[in-house]
């Protein structure tokens, strides 16, 4: 009998009639890193939270830990039985310290505590080979900064299984170097690993075993060896996609429909100068911390520019917050969807419609419920969200799908200029090829498209133009067509001189 330090058998969970788990069986080895992979809405998210006792399954599903039968799992219950889970959205203290961050929960005694937390923080930092100060706040540090925060909880609490959702989600190169040798350390001293992750180069590069999940069902579980990238995309989506660029296939214009002079903000940024001709996708990449995101949220309104001038179809305007910058028809799609983007508490069809309410005023001046609806059921189709339930709380979604949702909410806009930061981050194979087809549309019928990115592969199947930045500066600039990934590294390493 193998030596399973977590299983689940016959795992069902239903929402409102829909069936998002259906019978579906899981067994964890000690010392092993099993990936768990499928498409937005596959079930793996609502897999996890059944086994981190925060959902509870269908009637007649088991969960079993080192030969035990759990009855009735809990939060609490979880946590004791050794499972931690890291969880995409990072569900840490921001107000708190890291060192109180890595230790909250170890300690009841407050006044030992806190010299204690301090000692084990810096511990379990120093044997993943981080450098932070653990006495700084939590909410101080980048998100990045965050994730690893969360990893070294787990490892303080000496954690059987970790479950890993997204974890280089937020992660510069260096940081996703530091967690893979983590997690081989993870390995030797015999804890488990369910590595849930829409990277699948990442899949190939730390996984043992892989179990693949399509619409609640599982389809296959073998191990990494009988899996080659194609095969686990066929069994993800349940047809062969094929992958090539998608540029501007129209004869190059010299119209220029967005235009950015001078763009200065200090620290984030200075002197950035760049256009996006009619029918162009412009890529914007670099290191996490060149000032990308910074760049974005400064023409959005989202922070104040110190110098510098923006144009949308030859139009200077100087947005001083993020409603202005929509009136001129500037719209952003952030990369903290949780913290910049969603309305929590609320429906999916509030989430799509919040900044065009004006569209769905009738006659009377009221809220036209009936239109907000169809709408937001249009979009479910267009975009394939799931689940169909446009009033479900769009904190009930996967992150893929809640990304989804927010990229209809500025379609829904009728954008000018689209910038979109990250926009594939946590997003399954097929839906990524969506939201290229889509953005390449959107390019083709005018409207101005900024991918902020910092998949290489990406910026390049769908740019037409690349921008490289670095310490806050547009240090390289390149077609898609000459650009390399190796280019563009050693541009964003090594800056202009390389």
């Known amino acids: ?44 998210s609502t897999m996890i939270k059944i086994i981190a006792g925060v959902v509870i399954p269908d009637e007649g599903s088991e969960i079993i830990v080192e030969g035990t039968l759990i009855n009735k799992m809990t939060a609490n219950k979880s946590i004791s039985l050794g499972i931690s889970v890291i969880y995409q959205d990072i569900s840490l203290f921001p107000n708190l310290t890291i060192a109180e961050n890595i230790c909250k929960g170890m300690f009841r005694n407050v006044l030992f505590s806190q010299k204690k937390n301090i000692e084990l923080a810096k511990k379990a930092l120093e044997t993943m080979n981080v450098d932070l100060n653990v006495e700084q ?80 069902n599982l389809v296959i579980t073998g191990s990494i060896s009988e899996f080659n990238q194609q095969k686990l995309i066929n069994y993800m989506v349940g047809r062969e996609l094929l992958f090539v660029p998608m540029r501007n296939e129209k004869t190059p214009s010299e119209e220029i429909l967005f235009e950015v002079r001078g763009l200065t903000n200090e620290p984030y940024f200075r002197d950035i100068s760049f256009h996006v001709m009619k029918n162009e996708i412009l890529g914007i990449t670099g290191l996490v911390g060149a000032g990308r995101s910074e760049t974005a949220q400064t023409i959005f309104g989202l922070m104040p520019a110190q110098n510098g001038e923006v144009f949308v179809h030859g139009k200077k305007i100087s947005p001083k917050n993020a409603s202005e910058a929509i009136k001129n028809g500037i719209c952003y799609l952030p990369e903290d969807k949780h913290t910049q983007g969603l309305f929590k508490g609320h429906t999916m069809i509030k989430n799509v419609t919040i900044v065009t309410l004006k569209k769905f005023l009738n006659r009377f001046k009221l809220l036209d419920y009936k239109l907000e609806t169809d709408t937001a059921r249009s979009y479910i189709t267009k975009l394939s969200i799931r689940p169909n339930l446009p009033r479900a709380n769009v904190e009930s979604f996967s992150g893929g799908n809640q990304q989804k949702v927010l990229l209809a909410r500025w379609l829904n806009a009728d954008p000018l200029v689209l910038i979109v930061d990250e926009p594939t981050v946590g997003v399954d194979v097929g839906a990524k090829l969506e939201i290229h087809r889509l953005l ?59």
């Open 440 to 498: 390449r549309e959107l390019a083709s019928s005018g409207v101005c498209v900024v991918l902020i990115s910092s998949d290489l592969p990406e910026v390049l199947a769908i740019s037409d133009r690349i921008l490289v930045m670095k310490s806050g500066r547009i240090v390289f600039e390149s077609s898609a067509v000459d650009a390399t990934q190796e280019k563009i590294l050693e541009k964003g390493l090594m800056g202009e001189g390389a």
């Open 137 to 216: 706040i939590l909410s101080e540090v980048s998100i990045g900064k965050q994730q690893l925060v969360a990893i070294a909880r787990a490892i303080t609490f000496n954690s059987k299984v970790i479950v890993m959702d997204e974890p280089t989600s937020a992660l510069s190169s260096s940081e996703v170097e530091i967690l893979y040798n983590v997690i081989k350390r993870l390995k030797v001293s015999g804890a488990s690993i369910i590595y849930i992750s829409h990277k699948l180069d990442e899949v190939f590069t730390v996984a043992d075993e892989i179990t693949v999940l399509r619409d609640g």
């Open 1 to 44: 009998m193998e030596d399973y330090v977590l299983e689940v058998k016959y795992l069902s969970k239903t929402y409102s009639g829909i069936k998002v788990l259906n019978d579906v069986s899981f067994a964890l080895k000690k010392g092993v890193v099993h990936a768990l992979v499928g498409e937005n809405g596959a079930g793996k």
